[in-house]
């Protein structure tokens, strides 16, 4: 039987690529430095810290070199789901993987 051993993820090199994780706090969108960490953005996972709701339904991401940008929607109403930029602080974690400084 294989034995597997435990390791931290932060620090580990998998394929040469690095991982980097976190969560924050963002109302609407918030720009993320990963330049200490990071010298490029290959892979971005994100979700919710909380249940969907009026407050907050959607999220996506865009990347500029090595920032993040986390956005965060919710419907515009009730009976309106044209997506509208979030305006309460909702909890984001993501998961970073991309080349090494």
Request: negative net charge.
């Amino acid at each position: 039987m294989a034995r597997i051993t435990p390791i931290n993820l932060g620090d580990v090199l998998i394929d040469g690529k690095a991982i980097v994780w976190n969560s924050l706090t963002v109302t609407g969108s918030k720009n993320v430095d990963l330049s200490g960490s990071l010298s490029s953005i290959d892979y971005v996972y994100l979700t919710l810290g909380t249940d969907v709701s009026l407050d907050a339904m959607w999220l996506n991401y865009a990347t500029n070199g090595t920032t993040l940008t986390v956005k965060v929607w919710k419907p515009t109403s009730s009976s309106d789901n044209t997506p509208t930029a979030a305006t309460a602080n909702v909890t984001v974690s993501y998961l970073v993987i991309g080349n090494p400084v």
